[in-house]
């Protein structure tokens, strides 16, 4: 949700940070922007509407030279997508330009309040109160830019990451963050001296260095060409920089030869999967190890309940989790919309385990809601992707899920790595609290094991979804239908198909079909039906029939071998068996596949659907 790039040292900053944006076009791309200071001191904005290739056309013969600079990309929340509302804004004087990732709930009151002051605005945007405010509070308190800033943001309720150039002191970048993701990565110059990058995410710095600096809520950097940074909180109080080594190498940024980073992150999974159980799942002791339980395992054994919050496709995995977990740990398990959680005072005491599930660590309510669970004592526990993301930081422990970075938007293999994770933590509190028989115990480590190649089987085996989803290609409405382990995956193979191809699509348990929506089914509705042959196998046979009787399209996804609903189907994609719980983590694929192919033959941009952003850091 926007992406910030900035860059301080020797080299000229224009070829960083368009290569900056080009990675972080994945959370917003909407418009973007550039901000240089060139060495003859001037400050330049430079906006385009639409995709950072836009942008770059738009410069073209244009100086865009200069070792200092900030770059954005953007989702639009206030004022539409257009150049004028696209970032950088410049202040009223131009003295100032700044981006912004987040949202500035009392941009209205402030803005207000400026104008009476004599300031004048260009865009609909919260983003401009905020450049105008800190020009205010310059000229008003006859302060540097820096201590500016700390008053400004003194002022503002919301979410800023910031990042700002000041043209009267061109040596020197400033920026802050509160409630939105900043990361400064260090580098070395040619003459040795520190350079300095920013970035919404690791993902613009990385091919500069593994060195960085995740900034806090409500602290201010201040880097400059000598080399120095300094970081303050709000009140001034100095803070001690904290340098990471950053686990994450280029090729994972790169779409490796297949035409879309979802299509290599769909054939990504079966590896994945193995590097995300390595070190966890112990098939010759046949254990399940996971520091987060093992240093904390009272909390599990003797917690009231557990409730786990998530959004979207997260939310999706956490079901699965909870079907597990109670099933393995005979423990409530509560899943929460966390957008839902956070405002409807819910009821949370200290024996109770909030687990918040997300990819990206930094979705806005996920975060609150963890917040708010720590207010009432709750013990936190996060299962994130990204690592030293704000949910990770913001949880008492919790398991990364090391499925590497995600950049489709839909997301693929974090989704997998989710409930995977979901079932090692289930595992490793049933070992602790010995709530399943050791005998079925072994047998799920050694399926849990044996995953990763099923996925692969799998993905071999439906080479052909490819040509049959050409099919969809004018089909308005889709119905997805599971039950027990397999409901969740109905929801998430209907936003897979919502998101990417703009087909409505919904999904159902399949015995609720009865209660309303089979009033939908004629010739023209396809159904997909999850009818793997294991448990309730009877009873999804006979939810199929009664979606034929009424001509609806049966597309299922069956067991290797099972021929019944395979002649009962229009089409059918097959999956190796496995173990009810795990049946989701094969069950998906196809669905992935399935929505990928029919939104490339309706032409859609996959990687980068309408609408949308990766990382959700606004609620
Ligand atoms: C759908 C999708 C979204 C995210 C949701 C939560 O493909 O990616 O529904 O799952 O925005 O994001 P995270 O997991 O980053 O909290």
Not at 254 to 275: C, S, V
Not at 311 to 330: M, N, P, R, V
């Amino acid at each position: 949700m926007c992406g910030i790039v900035g860059y301080i040292g020797d080299q000229e900053a224009y070829p960083i940070l368009i290569k900056g944006l080009h990675r972080l076009e994945y959370r917003g791309y909407d418009s973007a922007g550039i901000s240089l200071i060139n060495a003859q001191g001037t400050l330049s904005v430079y906006k385009a509407k639409g995709k950072v290739s836009a942008l770059e056309k738009s410069v073209e013969g244009k100086d865009v030279s200069g070792t200092i600079g900030i770059a954005h990309t953007r989702w639009a929340t206030h004022g539409e997508p257009n150049a004028t509302n696209a970032h950088p804004h410049f202040s009223q004087s131009k003295n100032l330009s700044l981006v912004h990732n987040g949202i500035i709930e009392n941009y209205k009151a402030l803005r207000t309040e400026l104008e009476k002051n004599g300031m004048t605005f260009c865009s609909e945007t919260d983003t401009e109160v905020l450049v105008q405010l800190v020009e205010y509070m310059m000229n008003t308190h006859r302060c540097d830019l820096y201590t500016a800033v700390q008053l400004a943001l003194k002022n503002v309720i919301g979410a800023y990451a910031i990042a700002i150039l000041e043209k009267s002191h061109p040596d020197q970048l400033v920026c802050a963050r509160k409630g939105s993701p900043l990361i400064i990565g260090v580098g070395t110059t040619s003459s040795g001296r520190k350079e300095f990058y920013l970035g919404s995410d690791a993902t613009p710095i990385i091919e500069y260095t593994n060195q960085v600096i995740y900034l806090n809520d409500e602290e201010i950097a201040i880097m400059d060409r000598t080399g120095r940074l300094d970081i303050t909180n709000l009140s001034n109080v100095k803070q001690t920089p904290q340098l990471v080594t950053l686990q994450m190498n280029l090729d994972q940024l790169e779409k490796g030869g297949y035409p879309h980073f979802m299509l290599k992150e769909i054939w990504e999974q079966p590896n994945a999967l193995r590097t995300c159980i390595r070190g966890r799942l112990n098939v010759v002791d046949k254990d399940v190890l996971l520091s987060g339980i093992i240093d904390h395992k009272d909390k599990f054994i003797n917690c009231r309940r557990i409730i786990i919050c998530a959004c979207g496709t997260s939310w999706h995995s956490a079901l699965i989790g909870k079907y597990f977990i109670e099933e393995a740990c005979q423990i409530p398990v509560e899943v929460e919309y966390a957008s839902e959680f956070r405002y409807r005072n819910p009821v949370i005491r200290p024996d109770d385990v909030v687990i918040a599930v997300s990819q990206s660590g930094e979705t806005a309510d996920t975060l609150a809601a963890i917040q708010l669970a720590k207010e009432h004592g709750a013990f936190l526990y996060g299962i994130c992707n990204v690592i030293g993301s704000s949910i990770a930081r913001a949880t008492h422990t919790g398991t990364y899920l090391h499925v590497g970075p995600e950049i489709g938007v839909a997301s693929t293999k974090a989704f997998t790595g989710q409930v995977i994770t979901l079932c090692l933590l289930g595992l490793a509190i049933a070992k602790e609290k010995k709530s399943i028989p050791e005998d079925l115990f072994h047998l799920l480590v050694d399926e849990l094991q044996k995953i990763p190649d099923k996925m692969q089987w799998t993905l071999e085996n439906n080479k052909d979804i490819d040509k049959f989803a050409q099919m969809f290609t004018y089909c308005k409405n889709f119905i997805y239908l599971g039950r027990g382990y397999n409901y969740p995956v109905a929801l998430e193979g209907a936003l897979k198909l919502k998101e990417i191809s703009y087909i409505h699509a919904e999904g159902y348990p399949a015995a609720e079909m009865k209660h309303g929506p089979i009033a939908l089914i004629d010739e023209e509705m396809p159904v997909v039906v999850i009818a793997p042959k294991r448990g309730m196998y009877e009873k999804v046979v006979s939810n199929i029939q009664e979606i034929k009787s009424r001509k609806g399209k049966i597309i299922s996804v069956v067991t290797e071998g099972d021929e019944v609903v395979k002649n009962m189907s229009d089409y059918s994609f097959v999956i190796p068996d496995t173990r009810d719980c795990f049946v989701p983590l094969l069950a998906v694929i196809p669905l992935q596949l399935l929505s990928y192919y029919v939104a490339i033959s309706k032409g859609r941009n996959v990687d980068q659907p309408r609408n949308l952003a990766k990382s959700v850091t606004v609620e």
